[in-house]
């Protein structure tokens, strides 16, 4: 009777050393890291700020001039209010807003 019941324990010790000894895979991303150099380009790193934020007239979107790093000018822009759905309006979606 002993030994079934030291079987099943070995069994299972055996199993979790097994388990604690492998090493979990890494899921993270390597990161870029900052140095002076890239600190010191500004606004061509990230862009400019948001800026005119104003809401649609349902509330349902929200609309902001940004400029982005690689833009050479600002353009405005529209994002549902969760969040989601960002995207760059043309000149005749912008007239249609306003």
Do not use: C, H
Not at 7 to 12: E, K, M, Q, S, Y
Not at 56 to 68: A, C, L
């Amino acid at each position: 009777m002993r030994k079934l019941v030291i079987i099943p324990l070995l069994a299972l010790a055996a199993s979790t050393w097994i388990a604690a000894s492998q090493s979990p895979a890494s899921t993270s991303t390597p990161q870029a890291m900052l140095t002076v150099d890239s600190i010191m380009r500004g606004p061509k790193l990230v862009g400019n700020p948001p800026a005119a934020i104003r809401f649609s007239k349902d509330s349902s979107q929200i609309y902001f001039s940004w400029q982005k790093a690689t833009d050479e000018r600002t353009s405005t822009y529209a994002v549902n209010r969760d969040g989601s759905g960002l995207k760059q309006l043309t000149p005749d979606e912008l007239r249609a807003v306003e």
